[in-house]
T-cell receptor, first 112, second 114 residues
């Protein structure tokens, strides 16, 4: 089992709809969870982080965490073509002793 | 506030050579981490430095090394370069460490080995 797992996609969503990105992780003791956006040829950009169970909202983005199910998700409301990118889920497995562990990313395409 | 600055942006080397990459963190950030990104393996953790000490290390050979200076700037060195070292090398800084602080990435150094 991969330690941080994401569906690679591509995930195609119509403009204006809600994009839902999912991530599962292996270490039940993980405390910190991050979502990064990476455009082609660019470096990852932090867009959300969440530490507690439940939802955290920031503008059009909502991060959702369920530690019991070892599941974290990112919702993007009112999707725009500029949201088309690869979204990376990152988890501090084992308290960050191995740095942040990243999933392989989900390629999101917003269709105009 | 300036972001994380990495130099150089691009580098071309040949097998067997060595290379040094530089990273200046966001002002006030004391933790610097290095990652390697390749299409096949994704983002993989190399090491983390905090207060001039290596605090965590990933599963990379000893050819990969780093250091941090008193002003929190960090360098990464790769010796005896191999073709498989071709990758985007990313530096990330955070206030106090990987544990629970958000990390912010620089633009990266794209290293190509011929």
């Amino acid at each position: 089992q991969k330690e941080v797992e994401q569906n690679s996609g591509p995930l195609s969503v119509p403009e204006g709809a809600i994009a839902s990105l999912n991530c599962t992780y292996s270490d039940r003791g993980s405390q910190s969870f991050f979502w990064y956006r990476q455009y082609s040829g660019k470096s990852p950009e932090l867009i959300m982080f969440i530490y507690s169970n439940g939802d955290k909202e920031d503008g059009r983005f909502t991060a959702q965490l369920n530690k019991a199910s070892q599941y974290v998700s990112l919702l993007i409301r009112d999707s725009q073509p500029s949201d088309s990118a690869t979204y990376l889920c990152a988890v501090n497995l084992r308290g960050g002793a191995d740095g942040l562990t990243f999933g392989k990313g989900t390629h999101l395409i917003i269709q105009p | 506030k300036a972001g994380v600055t990495q130099t150089p942006r691009y580098l071309i080397k040949t097998r067997g050579q060595q290379v040094t990459l530089s990273c200046s963190p966001i002002s006030g950030h004391r933790s610097v981490s290095w990652y390697q990104q390749t299409p096949g393996q994704g983002l993989q953790f190399l090491f983390e430095y905090f207060s001039e000490t290596q605090r965590n290390k990933g599963n990379f050979p000893g050819r990969f090394s780093g250091r941090q200076f008193s002003n929190s700037r960090s360098e990464m060195n790769v010796s005896t370069l191999e073709l498989g070292d071709s990758a985007l090398y990313l530096c990330a800084s955070s206030l106090s460490g990987v544990g629970n602080q958000p990390q912010h990435f620089g633009d990266g150094t794209r290293l190509s080995i011929l």
